[in-house]
């Protein structure tokens, strides 16, 4: 399985944020994988927002809920991460990553989001 993220570099504040993570070598619609979005923050730790599994439902952090939606193209094969509002405390690196029982065994190269006016 590979998995390439793709999205803006920069979005200012109070916009939304789309990114595209594109998968390889497995169907997104498997019931092998849990198909998750991750971030990391400079300084700090990473931080799980959420996942869609085989049945296409997401579920996401509490923290980020309200913010955020997760979804999957079955024609394109791509995993989707819209996350309205944006703060500069978004600025963050975004990984998709295929999760096997609770382990994330494959990772994208992740993408560089910069939240600023």
């Known amino acids: 399985v590979q998995l390439q993220e793709s999205g803006p570099g920069l979005v200012k504040p109070s916009q939304t944020l789309s990114l595209t993570c594109t998968v390889s070598?497995?169907?997104?619609?498997?019931?092998?994988?849990?198909w998750t979005w991750i971030r990391q923050s400079p300084g700090k730790g990473l931080e799980w927002m959420g996942d869609?599994?085989?049945?296409?439902?997401?579920d996401y952090s509490p923290s980020l809920k309200r913010r955020t939606s997760i979804s999957r193209d079955n024609v394109k094969n791509t995993l989707n991460l819209e996350m309205n509002n944006l703060k500069p405390e978004d600025t963050a690196v975004y990984y998709c990553?295929?999760?096997?029982?609770?382990?994330?065994?494959?990772w994208g190269q992740g993408t560089q989001v910069t939240v600023s006016s």
């Open positions: 070598g497995s169907s997104i619609t498997t019931n092998d994988y849990y």
């Open positions: 869609i599994g085989p049945s296409g439902i997401a």
């Open positions: 990553a295929a999760t096997l029982t609770g382990v994330a065994t494959t």
